[in-house]
């Protein structure tokens, strides 16, 4: 048996491992900035939505920012 053959076999088997190994890792780095993403883009969207819901209906009561004259 050519044990030397062999040595080189298993360093590329091992090679191999590590580079999947690797790949997967960066894939699941990607994917999760990807959902810390979609999480930020999703609180965003509902406090603005809140935020303008409370805006039309202070105006749709009659809110204003101006104060009312008397004399």
Do not use: E, P
């Not at 191999?16 to 699941?28: D, E, F, M, R, S």
């Not at 990807?34 to 406090?47: F, Q, W, Y």
């Amino acid at each position: 048996m050519n044990w030397r053959l062999l040595g080189w076999l298993v360093a590329l088997f091992g090679g191999a491992i590590v580079a999947i190994w690797l790949v997967a890792t960066v894939i699941g780095w990607i994917f999760g900035a990807i959902g810390a993403l979609i999480k930020i883009a999703l609180i965003v969207g509902v406090v603005g939505g809140l935020v303008f819901l409370g805006w039309k209906a202070k105006n749709a009561i009659g809110g204003s920012d101006r104060k009312q004259l008397r004399r």
